[in-house]
């Protein structure tokens, strides 16, 4: 079974994090045929944490997790501090294949997705 | 003339800052036809501020002017700090048509953007 956990960074604001909760169900919709599951998992200031999600899908019976970081900068967050925390989760789960894919601001989409934003004004 | 100020958080890493300028100029070569110019702009710690980058564009001949947030979440920065200092802007200019685009996340092609990005792991 293949899982993929949505990585934000947390917020004291909780309607933040559940935006995040949110946008992963809506993701399991839109890729239904491609993810068995689709889980949330926070770098800080909110649970699940990142080891976390990882370990729900993988109690829930995934074999195959990813990572996928839910940021725009590729900062110290993405370069270390979620490869740290997916690395505990390999650890605990050496027979599971768990990878990290590219962060959302690396997308060669961004290009779109900004123009069209940018088209849609209050 | 029309122009574009992509509005970012702002950074203590002067690399995460630099980025984000580095996309306005490619944002430029994208929508060379959209926009006569697009400029950066930062809500903290950072230069040029939100009304500088607007600033930025009025005096360099620009009439129209759509801030568009780089940012995913509809946090308070999103909801009502990016409006407040574009409100700034437009009492300092009050001939120039100074809009605000939809934040990031709120793009209906997000979730093509994380499907995509799932799919190229390290």
Same mark, same amino acid.
């Given at each position: 079974m293949k899982a993929l956990v949505l990585v934000a960074h947390g917020s004291r604001r909780? @309607?933040?994090n559940e935006e995040v909760v949110?946008?992963?169900i809506k993701l399991k919709q839109h890729c239904n045929n491609e993810y068995d599951m689709v889980h949330a998992g926070f770098l800080e200031l909110a649970s699940p944490s990142i080891p976390e999600g990882i @370990?729900?899908?993988?109690?829930?019976g995934a074999t195959q997790v990813t990572v996928l970081p839910y940021f725009l900068n590729s900062g110290r967050?993405?370069?270390e501090d979620i490869p740290n925390e997916v690395n505990q989760a390999r650890a605990n789960n050496p027979k599971s294949d768990i990878k990290i894919a590219q962060h959302l601001g690396a997308s060669e989409l961004m290009m779109d997705l900004l123009i069209r934003s940018a088209s849609i004004v209050r």
């Open positions: 909780k @309607q933040s949110e946008l992963a @370990q729900n899908c993988i109690d829930a967050h993405v370069v």
